[in-house]
């Protein structure tokens, strides 16, 4: 999968950015933002450079916590285990149905 810089969920433009910078102060790989409509992953943290799988999982986990949030969900949408069983479990699907390669 290309990584794509906009994609849309509930109508809206959701933008998508690689900031490894950004997200190292935050401690993560990736961060959903519903209120700006952005998405933000990284390609690299302290430890190592991300692979393409690991990225794609990571969007499509950011993805998921942005429907959440657009959704109404706003309780589930700070659930990391939720997004984060949930996320894989779509990736897995996406992935193996070659809907994504
Ligand atoms: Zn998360």
Redesign the pocket.
């Known amino acids: 999968m290309k990584i794509p810089k906009t994609y849309t969920q509930f109508g809206q433009i959701i933008h998508i950015k690689i900031d490894s910078e950004y997200l190292a102060k935050e401690d993560?790989n990736?961060?959903?933002e519903p209120d700006k409509n952005l998405i933000t992953l990284a390609d690299e943290n302290e430890e190592h450079k991300l692979d393409k799988e690991e990225i794609e999982r990571n969007l499509i986990?950011?993805m998921?916590?942005i429907a959440l949030a657009k959704a109404g969900y706003s309780g589930a949408f700070?659930d990391?285990k939720f997004?984060?069983t949930m996320?894989n479990l779509l990736y897995e699907a996406l992935k193996s149905g070659k809907i994504i390669r």
Do not use: Y
């Open positions: 993560c990736g961060l959903a986990h950011e998921f916590h700070s990391e997004a984060h996320g």
